[in-house]
């Protein structure tokens, strides 16, 4: 008798226990803060266009040619180091120091030795080394990069003569060892990462006048281009 009232009343008491459970309600908060949940942060939102100052380094290529007629130009590699100085938004003024080292095709050459060989002169040392500075254009950009032009003038050490054996560089069609007028015309391709580093490439024509004090003493102008990758930062201090 006892079971059978057991088997009555146990079913009638669960389902009003579950009619006065009250289910939680689904939020649209408790979907989209739970594990999983993605936080977006936009690296670039702080990007500004008002730093005072920003310097870059790069490692760089110059092609060259190391005397007033050879056919076979100089693969140099080195570094660029820049630096600027922004006095309003757009215009800045900026310096930049470059090295270029390699080796060169020579003339067909033949000499000899102090114990009476023939010997030739290929593929010897030569380096170019960069001084100059100049007016900077701040062209379009946003927070993700900027194009920037510049017209840089000052002087470029050539080095010739420094793996010649001792011989004139007559004989290998080169230059002489010598400091001439330079200039470089180009720009920055600025890539942002943050708001203080920027990935960036230079591309540039190098105008240089070498000359030499042998023969006709040919002085001549040659037109070259060379391209730098590397680094900027810009530093914390902002134009008023």
């Given amino acids: 008798m006892f079971l059978a009232v057991l088997a009555v009343c146990l079913p009638a008491s669960i389902v009003r226990a579950q009619s006065g459970v009250q289910r939680p309600a689904q939020s649209t908060a408790s979907q989209t803060t739970g594990n999983g949940t993605y936080i977006v942060v936009d690296p670039l939102a702080n990007v500004r266009y008002d730093n ?3 310097v870059s380094l790069g490692l760089a290529y110059d092609h060259i ?3 007033p007629s050879l056919l076979q130009g100089s693969n140099l ?3 660029d ?3 600027s100085y922004w006095f309003s938004k757009h215009w800045g003024l900026e310096g930049s120091g470059r090295a270029y080292v390699g080796t060169s095709g020579a003339a067909p050459n033949s000499f000899k ?8 002169i290929q593929g010897p040392f030569v380096a170019q080394y960069l001084f100059v500075g100049g007016a900077e254009w701040l062209g379009p950009h946003n927070k993700h990069g900027a194009l920037i032009a510049h017209a840089l003038f000052g002087g470029a050490y050539g080095k010739f003569e420094q793996d010649l054996r001792g011989q004139s560089p007559a ?3 080169f230059y002489n060892d010598q400091i001439a007028p330079a ?3 180009g720009g920055h391709m600025d890539l942002n990462r ?3 580093w920027v990935f960036r490439i230079t591309p540039d024509a190098v105008i240089t006048r070498y000359g030499t004090n042998y023969g006709s003493k040919v002085t001549q102008t040659d037109v070259n281009f060379a391209i730098s990758v590397g680094a900027e930062y810009r530093f914390r201090a902002k134009r008023r």
């Fill in 183 to 185: 200039a470089i015309i």
């Fill in 65 to 67: 040619k190391a005397g």
């Fill in 194 to 196: 943050s708001p203080r």
């Fill in 81 to 83: 180091l820049s630096g």
């Fill in 171 to 173: 004989l290998v069609g």
């Fill in 52 to 54: 005072k100052y920003d």
């Fill in 113 to 120: 030795n102090l114990n009476g060989q023939n010997e030739s």
């Fill in 77 to 79: 590699g080195g570094l």
